[in-house]
């Protein structure tokens, strides 16, 4: 190797060593990225999944080779450029540009096209090395209108390629991001009323038929004796 590529290994020592099985980064990051298959991907996160016009949200590319050694990788990614824009990662540049802090991969391509909504990036080495789960750009966006986007690596015009050429790429993913206004009601959920399963003491003489019923007969008896208490009584004082 020369003198160049051994003082960019070096630096690389993260990108290259330890070699730890993929972690899918959409834990900790956003709940809503799609899930990938396995092996050597290329898969987005997001820091947010809803935003309100002119908000910004931070897109993760993240890379994993799964052991293997690279020589160059590339991808095109596709969104919505109605609801969304790139913010532009260098005014030093012309066009727009996502960010990109992988040095051992020396970038070739990295544009975005705002009126089709596509990225493209390509990122080249003299040599090879490993990509363990690597955060290797951002791109941040900032939404436009209400709306859905998805933001979406096409797999079928993407690479990973080993240091002999051939692609080792086996899965992408996507991230969609809404935009809405705020002021969406949330209607509360379950609607159904709740019934308790036990019974409530009632809290009054007539909140029971059978209590009233009760009152009214005893009433009726207290009644009536009075009655023959009274009729026995005149019945003696006759006598």
Do not use: C, H, W
């Not at 009323?193 to 008896?221: E, M, Q, V, W, Y």
């Amino acid at each position: 190797m020369e003198l160049i590529q051994i003082a960019k290994a070096l630096g690389a020592d993260d990108i290259t060593s330890p070699t730890i099985p993929f972690v899918k980064p959409s834990g900790g990051v956003t709940p809503y990225p799609t899930d990938v298959v396995g092996g050597p991907a290329m898969t987005l996160s997001s820091d947010k999944v809803s935003l309100k016009k002119g908000e910004k949200a931070q897109i993760q590319i993240t890379i994993n080779s799964d052991g293997e050694e690279v020589s160059s990788f590339n991808f095109k990614i596709q969104f919505d450029a109605s609801v969304f824009k790139v913010v532009d990662a260098d005014a030093n540049q012309s066009g727009t540009q996502l960010s990109y802090n992988l040095a051992f991969f020396e970038q070739k391509q990295n544009s975005v096209d705002s009126t089709t909504g596509l990225i493209e990036f390509r990122a080249e080495s003299q040599g090879s090395a490993t990509i363990t789960s690597r955060v290797i750009g951002v791109i941040e966006v900032e939404a436009l209108k209400d709306g859905v986007s998805e933001f979406k690596v096409l797999k079928e015009q993407s690479q990973l390629l080993d240091k002999n050429g051939s692609d080792i790429l086996n899965s992408v993913n996507s991230v969609s991001l809404t935009v809405t206004d705020g002021n969406q009601i949330t209607t509360p959920s379950p609607t159904s009323f709740f019934k308790p399963s036990f019974r409530t003491p009632d809290t009054a003489l007539f909140d029971n038929n059978g209590s009233l019923s009760a009152i009214l007969l005893g009433l009726t008896f207290i009644i009536t004796g009075y009655y023959l208490y009274r009729k026995r009584k005149e019945y003696d004082t006759q006598r």
